[in-house]
């Protein structure tokens, strides 16, 4: 913890990459573990990749958006002590951009401004048809099948199984990776691709690598810390 520290304290621009682990120690489950998958099949019959899959979306949208509401929305949580030293990080100067798989805000709800969402977020909502805005709040007030005035469905500014990521956002996110000279990767298993693949645009001097289990990139990181993210980036608080 002391050399993680002192990494920081060297470091004159950081740019994090974070994934679900910052999400489940604010409460919010990861879909994608033993249990997110057990729950899916056991309620639909199917696991989350095709419940979250833009086929299955455009074919039976009130399956949908019954697991999207049930499994997805946690409105009540609240940034955690890795949300809340990030975005401390970023008011000193040293922090340039974080980059997140996670669709549920807490980043900025904890302060941070620059903050490229890979996987897009829960709080916007387009008609699919008038391209019309709809806030969080709006859809969840909804019964069944969120629909437009215009009559059109409905979508979750999210990336589903099947679609692209929004281009402009990984060019930030590259961007803003090959500028810093530390990298942070937290609370990802790095299992989940293309936003794994980013750490190939890295070409600074110190990787570290912040997660409860070993991933990929342990071997090729400056330091490994084998801690909830959380905890690792508290002292940042003190």
């Known amino acids: 913890m002391k050399t993680l520290q ?3 304290e060297q470091a004159k621009t950081i740019v994090f990459l974070g994934g679900a682990g910052l999400s489940t120690e604010s409460g919010i489950p990861d879909f994608r573990s033993s249990d997110g998958v057990f729950k899916a099949v056991r309620a639909y019959g199917v696991p989350p990749e095709t419940l979250l899959s833009i086929d299955f979306f455009e074919d039976y949208p009130e399956i949908f958006f019954d697991y999207y509401k049930k499994f997805l929305i946690y409105p009540g949580a609240k940034p955690n002590k890795a949300h809340l030293a990030l975005a401390e990080l970023e008011r000193a100067g040293k922090l340039n951009a974080v980059v997140t798989q996670n669709i549920d805000g807490l980043h900025q709800a904890a302060g941070s401004r620059h903050v490229c969402e ?3 977020s829960v709080y916007r909502n387009h008609c699919t048809k ?6 969080l709040d709006q859809i969840m007030a909804m019964q069944g099948v969120p629909t437009c005035e215009c009559g059109g ?3 979750p500014d ?3 199984y099947g679609e692209g990521l929004d281009n402009s956002v990984v060019t930030d996110a590259i961007r803003s990776i090959r500028e810093a000279d530390t990298m942070i990767v937290g609370g990802t298993s790095l299992a989940v691709y293309p936003a794994a693949g980013l750490i190939d645009y890295f070409r600074g001097k110190t990787l570290i690598v912040i997660n409860l289990s070993p991933t990929p ?5 400056t330091l490994c810390v084998h801690e909830k993210i959380g905890e690792a980036l508290s002292f940042l608080l003190d």
Request: proline share 0%; glycine share 4%; with cysteine.
């Open 6 to 8: 002192t990494y920081i």
């Open 118 to 120: 890979l996987h897009g």
């Open 130 to 135: 008038c391209r019309r805005f709809y806030s």
């Open 153 to 155: 469905i409905i979508k």
């Open 158 to 160: 999210v990336v589903l």
């Open 217 to 221: 990139r342990d071997r090729e990181a």
